[in-house]
């Protein structure tokens, strides 16, 4: 089992930047995949980007392409997610997942179901 734990959730203004992150724990050396999720208000909760393979191969929505960001640094087993030019439409509780699962697609990385911990989540507001 991992364990994760957001951080760096908060209020920004239209235009600025934020930094999330991620700290994993327990058994890490399972983990292929990982990938942030956001839930807005009444709605679904929906892949903002993955990260998987030892290469780090990466899929973005299309609403945040270019301008955020997810990184990871596996020393610190820490996953991250650099927020710029955020939106107001960019506001929701923002999770980190974490996936054993060994897929060569970014079609299955974007799926929910397809990975096995997650995090408490943490709140981003963005002001207009």
């Known amino acids: 089992q991992v364990q994760l734990v957001e951080s760096g959730g908060g209020l920004v203004q239209a235009g600025g930047s934020l930094r999330l992150s991620c700290a994993t724990s327990?058994?890490?050396?399972?983990?292929?995949?990982m990938g942030w999720f956001r839930q807005a208000l009444g709605k679904e909760r929906d892949l903002v980007a993955a990260i998987w393979g030892p290469g780090g191969s990466t899929v973005y929505a299309d609403s945040v392409e270019g301008r955020f960001t997810i990184s990871r640094d596996n020393a610190k087993n820490t996953l991250y997610l650099q927020m710029n030019n955020a939106k107001p439409e960019d506001t929701a509780v923002y999770y980190c997942?974490?996936?054993?699962?060994?897929?060569?697609?970014?079609?299955?990385?974007?799926?929910?179901?397809?990975?096995?911990?997650w995090g408490q989540g943490t709140q981003v507001t963005v002001s207009s």
């Open positions: 327990g058994r890490t050396s399972g983990t292929y995949g």
């Open positions: 997942a974490a996936s054993g699962r060994v897929f060569r697609n970014a079609y299955y990385y974007s799926k929910q179901s397809n990975y096995d911990s």
